[in-house]
């Protein structure tokens, strides 16, 4: 069963990086035409996706935040990490991961339950 | 692309049949259109792809409609579990971007 799961800090602090992390179970990241992405919502605004990283390791950032995002994977835990420096208040959200296999629906066809951040000092 | 849902909220009981509608500031390319089912806590649930399309497991009270620049959502016969929060969103052109979201509420 495929399944995702976010985790990472409730609370941080302004100017700090926040680190995310998305735990993949029921396939593999190494598949071919898999993919990962990062999804936010801020309360009360829409979805933004953020970034995704392939099964061949290509990735792609928002233009409004590439210059601040990282995202990464270990395939041996089979997990992705997003990093997102220099974060303010704006950031609050609550963070998503999400599937896409290209074989199958061609967009996020699984969710995590999402991780809510604050960033508050 | 910007998607402009409505209505923000649509009241209806049970039973009843919901129409949501998407609007794309651009035609979509490929009507790649996707429909999600968001219930608060939970996973989003992707509904429908591909515009019309419904995904695994989805019951068929669920369809979606449409081409271009207009997409339609329609779920018959609405049951306890379909009072959610529903997002349009479109894969065709980079960055994908999501509508605002429409919350079906029991009337």
């Known amino acids: 069963q495929v399944a995702l799961k976010e985790s990472g800090p409730a609370l941080v602090n302004p100017t700090q990086t926040l680190t995310l992390t998305c735990q993949c179970s029921?396939?593999?990241?190494?598949?071919?035409?898999?993919?990962v992405s990062w999804i936010r919502q801020p309360p009360g605004k829409a979805l933004e996706w953020l970034a995704h990283?392939?099964?061949?390791?290509?990735?792609l950032y928002s233009n409004v935040l590439k210059n601040r995002l990282t995202i990464s994977r270990d395939s041996s835990k089979n997990q992705v990490v997003l990093a997102m420096t220099n974060v303010d208040p704006g950031d609050t959200a609550t963070y998503y991961c999400a599937r896409t296999y290209y074989y199958g629906s061609g967009t996020f066809d699984a969710w995590g339950q999402g991780t809510r951040v604050t960033v508050s000092s | 692309i910007v998607l402009t849902q409505s209505p923000a909220t649509l009241s209806l009981s049970p039973g009843e049949e919901a129409t949501l509608s998407c609007g794309a500031s651009?035609?979509?390319?490929?009507?790649?259109l996707a429909w999600y089912q968001h219930q608060p806590g939970l996973a989003p649930r992707l509904l429908i792809y591909d515009a019309s399309n419904r995904a695994t497991g989805i019951p068929d009270r669920f369809s979606g409609g449409g081409s271009g620049t207009d997409f339609t959502l329609t779920i018959r016969r609405l049951e306890p579990e379909d009072f959610a929060i529903y997002y349009c969103?479109?894969?065709?052109?980079?960055?994908?971007?999501f509508g605002q979201g429409t919350k079906v509420e029991i009337k």
């Open positions: 969103q479109q894969y065709g052109t980079s960055p994908e971007t």
């Open positions: 990283i392939d099964w061949d390791d290509d990735k």
């Open positions: 029921g396939f593999s990241l190494r598949a071919t035409a898999m993919r």
């Open positions: 651009q035609s979509v390319t490929n009507d790649y």
